[in-house]
């Protein structure tokens, strides 16, 4: 049995359908269980790291558990539920981290370390910016108003489409060999936001734009738009630092490694999700 926790998430909706197809027993963590849906055959539980008797539970006959650590979640409660794995038994432990967590002063390197230190079989996987932002945290900004706003100039990022990490996740899941490994995950090519919104408008078949904003525009994009309160904004805009640092512009080869393919390109997400984005 595998336990995929968050897994309501990006990554998590990709990796339970994959590991079922990959022919895995897969268990299913939400803290939210009766509003989830999973294909059939999935063992779905409720997991929360804020509750421990959850967590005992929920690991319960799993030996892999793929572990996306959320930003509530402190250090204590994080260690708790690794004890937690180790003492049923769990043979492996695949932390979802991120691009340039190893550098550390932040909570996926906290994160790392903890798993590090935990007597467990590890691997960590660090994805780059998800191509999915796109077709969530803007999707009202492009689809109402042909537009998207991000700190981050003319810089570029390496994007990856969730559904490839979740491939490599599958990979290093099922797969011996990736003990005490860590993978920096991105997809094929660089970017600037400026190729992003070419992408988008080729998809969509109307001009789409990229606005280069400081902080304060980006906090007024997105409260205008409607898709987050002023203070989710100011969050998320304090995580675009790298960006402008250019340390989230290298490509990889760590995802073809792994599954053999160098990842969906951004110009196949927007056409794949146009969906998202029709009025």
């Known amino acids: 049995m595998i336990l995929v926790t968050a897994a309501t998430g ?17 268990r299913a963590g939400t803290r939210h269980p009766d509003a ?7 063992d779905v539980v409720r997991l929360d790291f804020g509750d421990p008797g959850s967590v005992r539970a929920a690991v319960q006959g ?17 260690t708790g539920s690794l004890k937690a794995m180790r003492d049923a038994g769990v043979g492996r432990v695949v932390l979802q981290s991120g691009f340039g967590a190893q550098d550390g002063g932040n ?3 906290d994160a790392e370390d903890a798993v590090r230190a935990s007597g467990l079989a590890w691997t960590i996987l660090r994805p780059n910016w998800f191509m999915q932002n796109y077709n969530q945290m803007f999707r009202k900004g492009v689809r109402d108003r042909d537009e998207f706003a ?37 997809g094929p090519e660089s970017l600037d936001r400026a190729a992003v919104a070419e992408a988008l ?13 400081d902080d304060d525009g980006f906090v007024a994009f997105m409260t205008g ?9 100011r969050g998320i805009a304090s995580i675009y630092a790298p960006i402008r640092a250019d340390r989230t512009a290298d490509v990889t080869p760590d995802l073809k490694r792994l599954t053999g393919r160098a990842g969906f390109t951004v110009h196949e997400f927007a056409q794949h999700y146009r969906h998202d984005w029709e009025r």
């Open 150 to 186: 991000e700190p981050t100039g003319t810089h570029r990022t390496s994007f990856i489409d969730a559904r490839d990490i979740a491939a490599a996740a599958t990979a290093t899941l099922t797969q011996a060999g990736h003990e005490g490994h860590a993978y920096d995950l991105t």
């Open 62 to 78: 799993v030996r892999a558990v793929y572990l996306i650590v959320p930003e509530t979640v402190d250090t204590d409660a994080l």
């Open 107 to 109: 909570p996926l390197g």
């Open 225 to 233: 738009t409607g898709e987050s309160d002023e203070e989710e904004a």
């Open 201 to 213: 408008s080729a998809a969509l078949g109307r001009h789409i734009t990229y606005s280069a904003v």
């Open 10 to 26: 990006n990554v998590g909706r990709e990796l339970v359908p994959q590991l079922l197809q990959a022919g895995q027993q897969v």
């Open 36 to 42: 989830a849906s999973f294909p059939q055959g999935t």
